[in-house]
């Protein structure tokens, strides 16, 4: 059976500051983020990546209200994601046969 969990599988595409280019988990994402100098991606993946990312932020953290609150969260925003990801490991199991992640496993077309 393939497994892939997005937790702690490598699967986004990066260039570090070294210039290397990786993969990375989205836990090392949150650990070392800083260490990464972007994403090789193009656009409209760059786009559905970033909005993924801001929606574990948010589920994470809470949306803030205005910039005070985000300046409150900035410090410490990486912390509460790596805490969420690894309470929440098992819901981003891609192939998961029960509940694969964003996904429907036994829909199908209609009319066929």
């Known amino acids: 059976m393939v497994t892939m969990n997005l937790v702690d599988d490598d699967w986004l595409p990066i260039i570090d500051h070294n210039g290397i280019f990786r993969k990375v988990r989205l836990l090392e994402l949150?650990?070392?983020?800083r260490h990464i100098n972007d994403f090789v991606l193009p656009v409209s993946e760059r786009i559905a990546i970033m909005r993924f990312l801001l929606c574990l932020t948010y589920a994470s953290a809470g949306i803030p209200e205005d910039r005070i609150e985000w300046r409150e969260i900035a410090h410490d925003y990486e912390n509460k994601v790596i805490d969420y990801l690894e309470k929440n490991k098992s819901l981003f199991n891609l192939f998961d046969p029960a509940n694969p992640f964003l996904?429907?496993?036994?829909?199908?077309p209609a009319g066929k």
């Open 30 to 33: 949150f650990t070392n983020g």
């Open 103 to 108: 996904q429907f496993p036994e829909i199908h």
